[in-house]
């Protein structure tokens, strides 16, 4: 994982281009098996579509909507605008 | 070693009669199922379309079955659905399994194939909607995919029927998956404990111990329970072994498990896959995203459900109504049915008996002919085209915040609208909820303040006519008690509310011949649940006023319902037939319209609306729910429709 600082996905504006660097401790172990599931795991890029009224993200083609008690559990990392 | 089917060892898994369809939800499983079969199951762009495994014979080889399992978001599974799917795999005679993967999210489904490799059964991967993946830059190596896997990977677009062909031939050469992964060190250990445990304890007949290791270690509770069967008290040596690995680390096994399968399906992907760059986003998802926007999304939700109140209670509970009831039936069917019996059996009980004030024929038929099947099927096509369009999941974003309020989040949504068109069919629906709490409080919800379609067909018929301003405060105070009774469902209903995580399917224009099938299928459904019920609930009333039961029990009802809710006496009648169904109640309501005012009208739709549920949902009820929590439900809606609708009427009697 790059040095970069990691914000809180809830924070991040939409049209982000980012890579989820870790899980916080405070989230559900279900939850994160779901998540896992969904394609959201460590060191993915992602795209967030949306913040409101819940966070949407990009993953692989496939929007997930995550409410946001479940956003800011989730630790990401900016990445440069043109990452593919 | 060499996995491919042999044709004719006596041995082979030939002796096994079954296949399943096994995949992610959403991903074309039922479609699939549908051209392999020919039989038609219920197919819709929302995850949890399938919540029971379907069974048919293959067209291609009569001695084998299909199965069709509902979608599993991961295994072990967590959800009804995910446990129905896992108890096909422990107990069908399994000959294979074709894993239905989503093309342009190759990740996923090479993670849930990580799993399913490590199970040993023969698999070939269908890569469906392969042509969603070109749309969107993605293409696949087919041929370098099933090199790794070791099994045939055949490109589909079930939909169009394309790839049928190929899947079926690959069938033939179906094999057990390589593995794609060894767990990092300490975690292959246990692994291989735990898998020696279970070969030595509880050997699985077709599953590879190791597969149940890994399941068992991970949680699967249909595992744990087959395991727990066949090895008795060793069974603890097992529980044991997990024990111990989860307290050796500070993270729990199973995420650790389902972590390490992640990466190796993400490597695998990283191979075999190519992402064209710079492509414009696809119309569909911008679409989709203005359809759940934070203020797009209300403007959108009110013109769709504009559209369906004009299809449902304009053309079909008006214009389709008038035609059928008072024309065909009022003008034609009724007067020839009527002078037909007068002239054969002459005036008497049994003419009554199909054409008099209760008859078989002029309420039982025409109740469910002419004022019901045209509302039901305009119903029915605009639910199709929604289902198909991809909205319904979009639903399920905007009214997350109200069913915050209730306990829930916006998944419940989903059996909450499939309600609208049958309460039964969305009571089973509600497996695809996560937590028995979130079932039991949507069950409850549902069986109190959600009218299916045939009510609300009739509900709008009755008010639409009358006054438009009865049919807002008939919804206003539906959706107050369905608010109020949730809050408070939500504060004594014991565990707590699990925040919402959803796939949003793609937006797609929906295929006619599809939205066509499902109302055919689910018309045909109706006829065969309705007609009979009607009939018989018919035939009860007749009997009642022919031993004279009806006139007292409309007397003794006189305090409640002519006393507290200000109806005419003979809405008793419409309360007794409620007891059946509620729409056939509504539908005695519709005919006494004439001697209704608009308050009345209002008060008698709400009451009606909260009565206790149809015998079939009550059936459904009692199958999910256990008959303990069915006749409390009872217990509680019957009061409350009678309070809800007696509050209605002194405040009408104020304010209107």
């Known amino acids: ?84 | 070693m060499d996995l491919t089917l042999p044709r004719t060892s006596p041995e082979s898994p030939l002796d096994h009669t079954a296949m399943l369809l096994v995949g992610h939800p959403n991903v074309g499983k039922s479609v699939l199922f549908h051209r392999l079969t020919g039989t038609y199951v219920n197919v819709s762009n929302y995850p949890g379309t399938t919540v029971e495994v379907s069974r048919a014979t293959a067209r291609f080889d009569r001695a084998l079955s299909l199965l069709d399992t509902p979608g599993v978001l991961s295994l072990p599974g967590r959800s009804d659905d995910e446990r129905a799917t896992m108890r096909a795999l422990l107990h069908e005679e399994l000959r294979l399994a074709v894993q239905v993967g989503d093309a342009k999210n190759l990740r996923r489904t090479l993670t849930l194939t990580a799993l399913l490799a490590e199970l040993g059964v023969p698999m070939v991967l269908a890569l469906n909607m392969s042509d969603e993946a070109s749309a969107r830059g993605v293409a696949v190596d087919h041929k370098a995919l099933s090199e790794v896997l070791r099994i045939p990977v055949v490109p589909t677009i079930a939909t169009g029927g394309s790839g049928m062909q190929p899947l079926i031939d690959a069938l033939d050469v179906a094999k057990a998956p390589a593995p794609l992964l060894h767990y990092d060190t300490d975690t292959e250990a246990v692994v291989q404990e735990a898998t020696a445990l279970v070969e030595e304890l509880a050997p699985h007949p077709r599953l590879a111990s190791r597969g149940l290791a890994i399941l068992f270690l991970g949680g699967d509770s249909e595992v744990e329970q087959w395991l727990q069967e066949k090895s008795g008290d060793d069974y603890a040596r097992l529980v044991a072994l997990r024990c111990a690995a989860d307290a050796a680390s500070s993270e729990a096994l199973a995420a650790r498990l389902a972590a390490e399968r992640g990466r190796a399906a993400d490597a695998l992907t990283k191979t075999v896959m190519d992402q064209s760059a710079h492509l414009r986003r696809p119309m569909a998802q911008r679409v989709g995203q203005l359809a759940v926007h934070r203020l797009w999304g209300w403007p959108i939700l009110l013109a769709v459900l504009y559209v369906v109140y004009e299809l449902v209670g304009v053309f079909g509970a008006e214009t389709l109504v008038g035609l059928f009831e008072e024309q065909l039936f009022g003008e034609v069917l009724n007067p020839a049915v009527t002078d037909f019996f007068n002239r054969i059996f002459g005036a008497g009980w049994f003419t009554d008996l199909f054409v008099g004030q209760y008859g078989l024929w002029t309420m039982g038929m025409t109740y469910a002919l002419a004022l019901i099947l045209p509302i039901v099927t305009t119903f029915f096509l605009a639910f199709g085209v929604l289902e198909d369009s991809g909205y319904f999941s979009r639903l399920s974003v905007i009214a997350n915040r109200m069913f915050a309020m209730l306990g829930l989040n916006g998944r419940a949504v989903l059996p909450m609208v499939l309600g609208l068109g049958c309460v039964t069919m969305a009571t089973l629906t509600t497996r695809i909820l996560h937590t028995r709490r979130e079932r039991l409080i949507t069950t409850f919800l549902m069986a109190l303040a959600i009218p299916c379609s045939a009510q609300l067909g009739v509900v709008l018929g009755l008010l639409g006519g009358m006054t438009f301003a009865g049919t807002v405060i008939w919804a206003v105070t539906i959706l107050f008690v369905l608010l109020f009774t949730g809050w408070l469902a939500g504060k004594l209903v014991k565990g707590r509310r699990i925040p919402l995580v959803t796939e949003l399917p793609p937006m797609r224009l929906p295929v006619l011949g599809n939205v066509l099938k499902k109302t055919g299928g689910r018309l045909k459904w109706y006829l065969i649940e309705v007609i009979p019920l009607f009939l018989l609930g018919t035939f009860i009333m007749y009997m009642l006023d022919r031993l004279g039961i009806l006139p007292w029990i409309i007397r003794a009802g006189e305090p409640l319902v002519t006393g507290w809710l200000g109806l005419p006496p003979e809405a008793s009648a419409a309360f007794v037939m409620g007891f059946l169904r509620r729409d056939f109640g509504a539908t005695g309501l519709f005919a006494l319209s004439s001697q209704l005012s608009a308050e009345q009208a209002v008060v008698g739709m709400v009451t009606l609306t909260l009565f206790i549920p149809c015998i079939a949902s009550m059936m459904m009820i009692i199958k999910e729910q256990g008959a303990r929590t069915a006749a409390l439900m009872v217990g509680m809606i019957v009061p409350t429709a009678f309070l809800v609708g007696g509050i209605l009427h002194q405040l009408l009697r104020i304010f209107w």
């Open chain 1, 1 to 84: 994982m790059s040095n970069r600082e990691h914000l809180r996905l809830i924070g991040v504006p939409v049209g982000s281009k980012i890579r989820l660097a870790e899980f916080d401790p405070a989230l559900d172990p279900l939850q994160r098996e779901q998540l896992l599931a969904y394609g959201l795991s460590v060191g993915h890029p992602l795209e967030v579509l949306q913040q409101s009224p819940l966070t949407v993200v990009l993953c692989d083609h496939v929007e997930i909507a995550l409410e946001h008690a479940v956003a800011s559990d989730l630790w990401v990392e900016k990445l440069p605008r043109h990452a593919p």
